[in-house]
């Protein structure tokens, strides 16, 4: 479905969910289109659609359409990827190891319950006042994430608002039909997007945050007790590097 090199692109609004279910309710819960560039792009709509592709018969539809948001933040490495050795040798890192830190288990939903119980403290303590409902969730969200990775707790303080803008930055860039272009496209439609200049500093905002929590964990790294994730990820780097073979662990 779609027009040479424009693809179907043009025709999708700046709700593309909403024309899909539409093209669902005429072609069926499996709909494929091309996009802008011409790449194929095929949609499942449809609780039950879904599970029997990626639960029922996983193994055989690995692949995932990248998440272009992030896949623009972190230049496409680690589990972002969208398929292939790289995003397998990745994942099955992070499942086996961050379960040692309460991924999956009870105990992470302990954490989750203290978080979003201090969140609701937060907002009774408000008394009425107005407040910024998406600020205390992204909060609660981010304390738990971070605690996981590199156990540490955001404060509520003017970096951590200033963080926040700048994720809104970069979701701006990626709003309407832009998260679903793939390939050289994206990139063109990048360049040329008025969001750009703000998304870029906001990108180099992570990086450099991203670098000094590695730095800090490289300076405090004990390999016989890792204390969280990113302690977890540079040992067994460490361990590649020592063995000749780092694969994709940079």
Known sequence: MGLPIIGYHPFLSNDPYKDFMEMSSKYGPVVSYRSLGGTLVVVLNGAKTIKEVMVNRADEFVGRMGFNMVDWISDGVGMTQEEGDAWKEQRRFFLSTAKNYGFGKLE???????????????????????????????????????????????????????????????????????????????????????????????????????????????????????????DEYLVHMQKLIKSGNKGTFT
């Open 108 to 230: 992470l939903e302990d954490r989750m319950h203290d978080e979003y119980r201090a969140m609701l403290q937060d907002l009774r303590d408000t008394k009425g006042r107005d407040a910024d409902l998406q600020f205390h969730i992204a909060y609660a969200n981010n304390c738990i994430i971070s605690h996981l990775l590199f156990s540490k707790r955001f404060e509520k303080d003017e970096f951590y608002k200033n963080l926040l803008v700048a994720f809104k930055n970069v979701v701006n860039l990626f709003l309407g039909k832009r998260h679903i272009v793939v390939g050289l496209m994206l990139k063109l439609d990048l360049l040329m997007a008025p969001e750009m200049k703000e998304a870029a500093k906001s990108k180099a905002m992570f990086k450099k945050l991203t670098a000094e929590i590695v730095k800090e964990h490289m300076k405090n790294l004990d390999p016989a007790n890792p204390k969280d994730y990113v």
